[in-house]
């Protein structure tokens, strides 16, 4: 299929705040045998394209914007469907044109250390879309580098009642929701909470046996097994945080357990209670939606300890500050959110007294698509709606309403905004 | 047995530095009814006494210094042996006078939620031994809070080769190498290398199964699981932490490892292979003791991406700094020293961009107890020697001889120091 020679593409230029244009610029060719090039379906505005927008990353000269999206294969590089594919990533040998794809914020090559090890977000060869340094998906083609790695194809058999804009969450902000969940709830520290052995046998398989010595050891209590989490920032990215925590302790059976989702902003906190309100009271039940001042206060009213885990989604000091005040000696940190404070806002003395276990750092999307596709279909009554004021994706808009879309967006009067390149 | 009105004590005077004296004060004495006095049968002398010893740490009255010790009961107060001690702690019902016992080197109730999840350092009724707020150790005799908690019975049938000293190793410092081992081993940001399973499934339980989409995941090879670990800081702690780091290897049969031991102090790296001259080449053989620049060129000469793990076990900012320098992208570090700086010395932004995960503070000695015993006594020929430089346990002095053994500690002429009371 031969494609345009040019397309419509949305770029940030340098030199003044907010300096967004709808443009006509070449159409992307293949320009490595790995590479692919993508119909874009549906793309998305996310929390961290407002970075250069506000001026917080300084930058050169125009560059396409975003980092999500769902798409199709429109042409493929020499690397796919030759002998060479053979032990590659599966996907040089499968992926055809007029394949359903999701793309990760970042491409991956999926045949690095990093890559194989479970941390794609760290690949060698990693660059972020909508960047300095690689072409974004706010437009109508994109260029996928590494493709074979760096796609996850749709599966076929998916539920018809899923629409475009919701696989487009699975590129950023559903994995790294999930990821931020998975990061606390799967660390040692809130381990013996989920699963009722104390520390340091509940670490498992690395600890050694102790014949006889290990009766000696505390024991946990039903009492002591109600899990307390906070999540802080209930932006698009601290719903998916939400919807994927409460999930993974229903999968997991927790009985007991309280969430704190905190957010200073009232229409986050409203849309954060729609999204509620479309799960069952089993689960929605659980959790209470809380302004800061409110969040302190139940903390310290119903744990007196503190929460067992923080999930951290927005990334500033208050952020970072609230989290550390909030949990309890020996809780887990789960920070997703970007950092761009000069100093961090905690020392060391005070890491050291509360006994602080942190995660920072980009979730490594590729390796939690399984996952993340997996929580879309099962909860695409929560998830999957578009439009509105409870719906996690709020609306859709031409890519020739961008300037509006990110002015709007930016003042948060708009929650989550996607474009439609072919509306 | 009547204990005699006054025995010898070491204290800290406040008002000019390092102001250590020998004294003769009133025996302590049961005030209340969990209490345990113990006969100190040897003492130890820790890098934290230091803190208070050289103004780093401000306080206004004498105290008694020291918060490790291997002791003998002589004195329980009326909880022990009553009819209220079923139900609680087993030493309530247990300890008996003339029972040898360790102490941490903080009190703990193993009653509170923390002691029952296993995390007794942040015991809500937590003192630390040898404070304003608790006297120590290094005394003639001690008086133990929450005894039946905080105590921990030494099994009678234990190798006769093991000298008292050396048990007194399991009040702090070996539980804390330990702890700061098996804090980064059983990190889920290892567990890749460690178990060959990718992220996120090498969490483990709390990982929902997916169907079919799991296999698009990323495998990892053989090539892959070439574990490295950098212990910074070989002070007695750090030495600790290198043997548990090994015997934990060992135990799990981990193929390929290179441990980088470093410290800046050539008697402490000469002390460090002096240790692992005890050991079997099949594990001394993959360490390497090296000085801070040595070690930055090894590690990026031999791993290019950096150490999987860093055990932090100074407290200090270049320690810190340089353990993230040393790490991998989504590499840990387990950090145990205490640290005091006003700021700490790696801002969010880089958190953020090497996917930091990060755990600090006090060691949970009383739950490590068992696994640290174990240790010590399987590991005796390696960690159980008292005299000499090629020794954990330096020397064993009076304590009539405190105040030249804290300026030789403090100057690091000398190693770790033990008091015997009695001498």
């Given at each position: 299929m031969a494609l345009p020679p040019t397309s419509t593409a949305v770029r940030i230029h340098p030199g003044k705040l907010a300096d967004i244009r709808v443009e006509q610029l070449q159409t992307p060719t293949i320009v490595h045998p790995d590479d692919a090039i993508v119909k874009v379906l549906k793309a998305g505005l996310c929390g961290s394209d407002l970075h250069a927008y506000r001026g917080l990353e300084p930058f050169d000269a125009p560059y396409i914007c975003g980092h999500e999206l769902v798409g199709e294969v429109v042409a493929l590089g020499a690397?796919?469907?030759?002998?060479?594919?053979?032990?590659?990533?599966?996907l040089y040998s499968k992926l055809k044109v007029g394949d359903k794809v999701v793309s990760p914020f970042t491409c991956s090559c999926e045949e690095c250390h990093f890559c194989r090890i479970g941390f794609p977000s760290r690949c060698v060869h990693s660059l972020l879309f909508g960047s300095p340094n690689l072409a974004g998906a706010q437009a109508q083609y994109a260029r996928i580098p590494y493709a074979g790695g760096t796609l996850f194809l749709l599966p076929p058999?998916?539920?018809?009642?899923?629409?475009e804009e919701s696989f487009m969450l699975c590129g950023d902000i559903l994995p790294t929701g999930y990821f931020a969940a998975i990061q606390a709830l799967g660390h040692p520290n809130v381990a013996p909470i989920v699963k009722g052995e104390s520390y340091p046998g509940v670490i498992g398989s690395i600890v050694p046996k102790v014949r006889g010595l290990q009766a000696e050891g505390a024991r946990v209590l039903k009492e002591d097994r109600k899990l307390s989490v906070a999540i802080v920032g209930l932006g698009p990215v601290g719903i998916c945080a939400l919807v994927s925590l409460l999930d993974i302790l229903t999968q997991n059976a927790v009985p007991e357990y309280t969430v704190y989702a905190v957010d200073p902003v009232p229409a986050r906190r409203a849309k954060a209670a729609a999204i509620l309100n479309k799960m069952t009271p089993a689960e929605a039940g659980h959790v209470k939606v809380l302004d800061i001042d409110a969040a302190k206060a139940a903390v310290k009213a119903e744990t007196e300890k503190g929460v067992d885990a923080v999930l951290e989604i927005v990334g500033n000091d208050s952020a970072i500050l609230l989290a550390y005040d909030l949990m309890r000696p020996f809780g887990v940190i789960s920070s997703v959110g970007v950092h761009t404070s000069p100093q961090f806002p905690i020392n060391g003395d005070a890491l050291y007294t509360k006994n602080v276990a942190a995660s920072f750092g980009r979730c490594p999307v590729r390796a939690m698509f399984p996952l993340a596709v997996d929580l879309l279909v099962r909860r695409r009554d929560v998830l999957g709606g578009v439009g509105?004021?409870?719906?996690?994706?709020?609306r859709v808009i031409p890519l020739s309403d961008a300037v509006n879309g990110y002015d709007k967006f930016n003042s948060m009067t708009w929650g989550k905004v996607v474009f439609d390149p072919w509306a």
């Open positions: 690397s796919f469907g030759a002998a060479s594919a053979e032990g590659r990533p599966a058999e998916l539920p018809k009642d899923l629409p509105g004021e409870e719906a996690l994706v709020e």
